[in-house]
């Protein structure tokens, strides 16, 4: 399956990073398709930063 490439296609500001201490931990996408419809997902946390109660700035 090649969904982040055509979901990346459809919006390439749509990609989102977390990081901590300069270190990417997390990514995900909120990939707008219209002014009406968006697909948030395909998100990831690295294993050492899961269930952490950590807040998003």
């Not at 296609?9 to 990939?31: K, M, N, R, W």
């Not at 690295?46 to 950590?54: A, G, N, S, Y």
């Amino acid at each position: 399956m090649h969904d982040a490439e055509t979901f990346y296609q459809a919006d390439p500001d749509g990609f989102f990073i977390g990081e901590l201490d300069h270190q990417i931990i997390a990514v995900g996408s909120a990939v707008r398709y219209d002014q009406h419809f968006a697909f948030c997902g395909l998100y990831i946390v690295h294993p050492d930063f899961r269930m952490l109660d950590m807040v998003c700035n």
